[in-house]
């Protein structure tokens, strides 16, 4: 009875795998591996909007990744593992942003990957610093997300400094612009847009003719707009996204009130130009991403295709290209990898690391958490569609 007591547990102990010389052997992949991390899966999180007011930037920065993590599984995934998306709506609020965040650690994830928004991201950064959880491919160019040196951090794009000095710069330069004014939301990215506007203006010892502002997740911008015409500047730049953005333009329209806008990239371009419809001609907007339609680029061609197996309906656009580049920057650091992927090894592939995603270069370094520092410049037509220009004439 004894033998046959003994015989039971010994069999039920390698079945549990909790026998001492066969545990490390039976253990399953998943137990020992990283967190987000199973035999077959990496599953990367992302809190941003998809309802309201800003909710094309979300939804933007969902198909792209979408596309990016489709296309790597095509072709049987990272190392044989799949990549999968969970998403959760944070509606453009700071609080909701931190609630969403914890709720996807709480999943699981191996990492985060294309917050939408300054005030979001900046409030969701503490929550993944105590997790030691990566954030990567925030869409903002917060100055916040970048110095002083965020180690989790990875910012794919351009920042609002580099958008803002473009924007001074050609103004001034190209147009001989001297009354510049600006628009922005009341709130953690209107005022990194601020700051880097003060600073291009202070660069160049000029001061801003009139600053207004608007509250977040509303279109109420009326005032603002009076408030700026009373300066009677040359050009409007704007910090904000793309309804009220539109809502100041289409405005200043009616009442003859006709500077130059020049909007920042966070806007949603294509989501604007279709806010606008005709009152979209000659407004000025900085991208930190290719022309979305410029298939000469290879990595503008895989996107294309990408686009069309994942989505078939979606039309190219900046704020999907994004979230595409943000998602192929996440599978290049996966392959870098030799052996199990870990937040730890991922991350280092993401601060020592340069990467030719098909003429979209960025370069990382262990004090340098952001990959691209490229401006480009584009302008709405009459037709309402965005054309890529080298200056303004």
């Not at 007591?5 to 990283?34: C, D, W, Y």
């Amino acid at each position: 009875m004894d033998s046959k007591f003994h015989s039971k547990m010994n069999r039920r102990a390698f079945v549990t795998g909790m026998t001492v010389t066969g545990a490390a052997i039976i253990l399953p992949r998943q137990a020992i591996a990283e967190t987000g991390v199973s035999a077959g899966k990496i599953l990367l999180g992302q809190a941003a909007v998809f309802e309201g007011p800003a909710s094309a930037l979300g939804l933007g920065m969902r198909t792209g990744i979408t596309a990016a993590f489709t296309e790597a599984n095509a072709k049987g995934g990272v190392k044989g593992r799949k990549l999968e998306l969970v998403t959760r709506d944070d509606g453009y609020e700071p609080t909701k942003s931190i609630e969403a965040t914890k709720a996807l650690i709480g999943q699981g994830v191996f990492a985060l990957v294309g917050p939408v928004g300054t005030p979001t991201a900046l409030a969701a950064l503490p929550v993944a610093k105590e997790a030691q959880i990566p954030m990567v491919g925030p869409f903002t160019g917060a100055e916040g997300l970048r110095n002083p040196h965020q180690p989790l951090v990875v910012n794919v794009r351009a920042s609002y400094f580099q958008e803002t000095e473009m924007m001074v710069e050609r103004l001034t330069k190209d147009k001989g612009f001297s009354k510049i004014a600006i628009l922005y939301q009341d709130d953690a990215f209107g005022q990194a847009g601020l700051a880097g506007t003060r600073r291009a203006m202070d660069k160049r010892s000029m001061k801003l003719v009139a600053e207004a502002t608007f509250e977040r997740n509303t279109v109420a911008v009326r005032s603002a707009l009076l408030e700026i015409r009373k300066a009677e500047p040359d050009a409007v730049i704007m910090i904000g996204p793309y309804k009220p953005c539109a809502e100041f333009i289409k405005i200043a329209r009616t009442i003859k009130f006709a500077p130059t806008f020049v909007n920042i990239s966070f806007v949603g371009s294509d989501a604007l130009a279709k806010e606008l419809g005709d009152a979209g001609a000659g407004v000025v907007v900085t991208q930190v991403v290719p022309f979305p339609s410029d298939a000469s680029i290879p990595v503008v061609a895989a996107y294309h295709k990408a686009l069309k197996v994942s989505e078939p309906n979606a039309q190219p656009g900046f704020v999907s290209l994004e979230g595409y580049l943000v998602g192929r920057t996440v599978i290049a650091a996966l392959e870098k990898i030799e052996g199990e992927p870990t937040r730890k090894t991922f991350m280092e592939k993401l601060s020592s690391s340069n990467y030719d995603l098909g003429g979209f270069k960025l370069s990382f370094a262990p004090n340098s958490n952001q990959g691209s520092n490229t401006v480009f410049l584009t302008v709405l037509d009459a037709s309402g569609k965005f054309k890529p220009v080298g200056k303004l004439t």
